[in-house]
């Protein structure tokens, strides 16, 4: 699947206050982590309402991108406006 959103559009709108998410497992997250991430496993998706500011832009990722493109899915159908899949966490390039 084709992702336009690169890791320079991510870097823009996480310097101007988006919410990282990383949307792998808990324990996946507790390995590591990007900076300032929120984790919200993909099986917890549905509790994004309680965790995630609605009125702020999402930028998501996960190992591979299956997952984030699974989320973002999920999260539009939900009512959120704003998101955007970054997939892999390799893709992140911010200083």
């Known amino acids: 699947m084709f992702n336009s959103f690169s890791g ?4 823009k ?3 101007d206050g988006a919410q990282l998410v990383d949307v792998r497992s808990s324990s996946e997250f507790s390995q590591g982590s990007l900076p300032n991430a929120i984790n919200l496993p993909l099986q917890s998706i ?3 309402k309680n965790i995630l500011d609605e009125n702020k832009v ?3 990722y996960c190992l591979t991108g299956m997952r984030s ?3 973002k899915n999920y999260l539009v159908k939900m ?8 997939g892999s966490f390799k893709n992140y390039n911010c200083e």
């Open 69 to 71: 493109s699974t989320a």
């Open 58 to 60: 999402i930028v998501l």
């Open 8 to 11: 320079s559009d991510a870097c």
């Open 79 to 86: 009512g959120f406006n704003n998101v955007n899949d970054l």
């Open 46 to 48: 549905m509790n994004a």
């Open 13 to 15: 709108l996480l310097a």
